[in-house]
């Protein structure tokens, strides 16, 4: 189900164009729309200017809106945060980027002490409406302080809300939401992410925050998967779609809010449920989703143990193949999905 509002600047309907774009130019296009339609929207970060972002994602935006709405900032964290924050209370909705995931541990202060409990502490007479944008992952032989996964401690802390796009469309999408939206965002992108291509039409649309997907639709076994698990997963479902096993997958695309209702239908069809992703499985937000599973009307449809695929707990190592043995992998899916089907647990 497609539920995007697409829609002219002028707020007229558009037709969705049939095109492709990269992720990265697909976030880059959201925040050029986003600029040019408020100018209350800017941007800062790291080397996002000139340089054009770490992975070029900002590439090109300050030619067209200047160093005063496409800002490089000093190499600290806590600034960039408490800057954005600063800006948002006071009437501005920034954009502002974290590097890596690692470093957003320097602007844990500011984010959960002051940005997530402001509109609570100022009973709703006051707004955070930013958003702030940060590569996450492993995969580009970064090694442990530049691969992380830390989406799970932002969902534990009320008044944050959590996005995980897993394509293009979405990506586009959720950025134009959460930057309309008057509550902090974290948007968690995955680097391996930023080349891959899908359908993206032109023009201003949104998707909900709060809206999971099926991204393929099966029979024998429920797969929650978060980021770059969702192509994994799709990829898995391929291969064992030649077995005569029918994998439905689910893309929660949000974490926080989360829809808990797509996923219960979902296992009250088939029964069997897999939850990926790359984060270590150790309170991880699978740990969530299960229990939602277990709590809820889709408990009396198990047919099977809930069974979770999640990183391990260790640091992200720089050797490739350790690297790849770290976090799942697309032939670690098919195991762990055959198994369930087959009844192997």
Not at 21 to 41: G, K, P
Not at 60 to 78: K, M, Q, Y
Not at 140 to 157: I, K, M, N, P, Y
Not at 232 to 242: H, K, N
Request: glycine fraction near 8%.
């Amino acid at each position: 189900m497609r539920e995007q509002v697409l829609e002219k600047a002028s707020g007229e309907p558009l037709q969705a164009a049939n095109r492709e774009l990269t992720y990265s130019h697909a976030i880059r296009e959201a925040l050029q729309l986003a600029m040019r339609r408020d100018e209350r929207v800017f941007m800062l970060g790291e080397d996002i200017g000139v340089y054009g972002g770490a992975f070029g994602v900002s590439d090109g935006l300050i030619e067209e809106f200047g160093a005063e709405r496409v800002r490089d900032t000093p190499i600290s964290e806590a600034v960039i945060a408490g800057a954005a924050i600063g800006a948002a209370v006071t009437g501005m909705r920034p954009v502002a980027e974290i590097q890596f995931m690692d470093f957003i541990t320097l602007s844990m202060e500011q984010l959960v002490l002051q940005g997530a409990k402001m509109r609570f502490m100022f009973g709703g007479k006051a707004s955070v409406p930013m958003v702030l944008r940060t590569p996450a992952g492993s995969g580009t032989g970064a090694a442990a302080q530049h691969s992380e996964s830390l989406e799970a401690w932002f969902v534990h802390v009320p008044g944050l809300k959590v996005v995980m796009p897993s394509t293009p469309y979405d990506a586009k999408g959720l950025l134009l939401a959460a930057i309309e939206d008057d509550n902090p965002v974290i948007f968690v992108e995955h680097k391996l992410l930023y080349r891959t291509k899908g359908h993206v039409p032109e023009g201003y649309y949104t998707v909900p925050l709060s809206q999971s997907e099926v991204k393929r639709e099966g029979r024998d076994v429920t797969v929650v998967a978060t980021s770059i698990m969702v192509p994994r997963a799709l990829e898995a479902a391929d291969l064992l779609a030649q077995e005569g096993i029918e994998l439905e997958v689910v893309d929660p695309r949000t974490l926080k809010p989360y829809d808990a209702d797509t996923v219960t239908r979902s296992v009250c069809k088939t029964g069997r449920v897999l939850i990926v992703h790359e984060a270590p499985k150790t309170a991880g937000f699978g740990a969530e989703v299960a229990a939602e599973i277990v709590a809820g009307e889709a408990f009396d449809y198990l047919d099977a143990p809930i069974r979770r695929l999640a990183g391990l707990d260790v640091p992200i190592p720089y050797n490739r193949e350790l690297e790849r043995t770290a976090v799942p992998q697309v032939a670690d899916i098919v195991r762990e999905a055959r198994a369930l089907a087959r009844g192997e647990y």
